[in-house]
């Protein structure tokens, strides 16, 4: 069954922290990745996708991402987060570079000064 | 950036009643929109693929008589939800596919319904 799993919840850190968000997935073909910030009662908005090439992803924000086929993974990582990334972070996987996206449970980051 | 509007953006309305939820691609053409559905706390779940001038692909589990779907033109679709009850409380999310070559989506801001 195709799926995306994101094990963290809730997250806290500190401002000036590094970030890493972990995502796995499970897909029959060649997945599509992608990260996705949503603020509260808002939309979504695509920090960075994979398709295919340099496994090492980088996004808006400060914001990368790296696939590692092995692990079925692709988590997202920030060196230094601001109070501003304070927000729910979804995880996807597609088909292709749009369509139809599984999306993750999301994580929701939390920053403290 | 590609612009993807929703409206209205919050609606409340009594059980029984229909809401008419409106996605609109404002500066490009969409000929596929897609539906999400999202609980609080919770992921979202595609609803239904909505194509330009053809019935809309419901994911199963979707009741289609109860959630609407038209997509008349390369710039619009709208879900519909038929006699709405309280269970159908939640924020809906629209996306829109610029470029069928490229698929890069756009999402909308997000329409949050509340049936009392």
């Known amino acids: 069954a195709q799926s995306v799993t994101q094990p963290d919840i809730h997250i806290t850190v500190s401002e000036g922290a590094s970030l890493e968000l972990r995502c796995n997935y499970s897909y029959g073909a060649t997945p599509y990745l992608f990260w996705y910030v949503q603020s509260p009662g808002q939309g979504l908005q695509l920090l960075l996708k994979?398709?295919?090439?340099?496994?090492l992803v980088q996004g808006i924000k400060g914001f990368e991402a790296e696939f590692k086929r092995s692990q079925s993974s692709f988590n997202l990582r920030k060196p230094s987060v601001h109070w501003s990334d304070a927000a729910e972070y979804f995880c996807a996987v597609g088909a292709n570079q749009g369509g139809k996206l599984i999306f993750g449970q999301g994580t929701e980051l939390s920053v403290k000064p | 950036g590609a612009v993807v509007s929703q409206h209205p953006s919050r609606v409340i309305c009594k059980s029984g009643t229909s809401v008419k939820i409106e996605c609109r691609s404002l500066?490009?053409?969409?000929?596929?929109m897609f539906w999400y559905r999202q609980f609080p706390k919770k992921s979202l779940m595609l609803m239904a693929t909505?194509?330009?001038?053809?019935?809309?692909?419901?994911e199963q589990g979707v009741e289609k008589d109860k959630f609407l779907i038209n997509h008349a033109s390369l710039t619009l679709s709208t879900l519909t939800v038929t006699s709405a009850h309280p269970e159908d409380s939640s924020f809906y999310i629209c996306?829109?596919?610029?470029?069928?070559?490229?698929?890069?989506?756009?999402f909308g801001e997000g329409s949050r319904l509340t049936v009392l």
């Open positions: 994979y398709f295919s090439g340099d496994t």
């Open positions: 500066d490009f053409q969409a000929t596929t």
């Open positions: 909505s194509n330009e001038g053809s019935k809309a692909t419901y």
């Open positions: 996306s829109a596919e610029r470029d069928r070559d490229t698929g890069e989506l756009f």
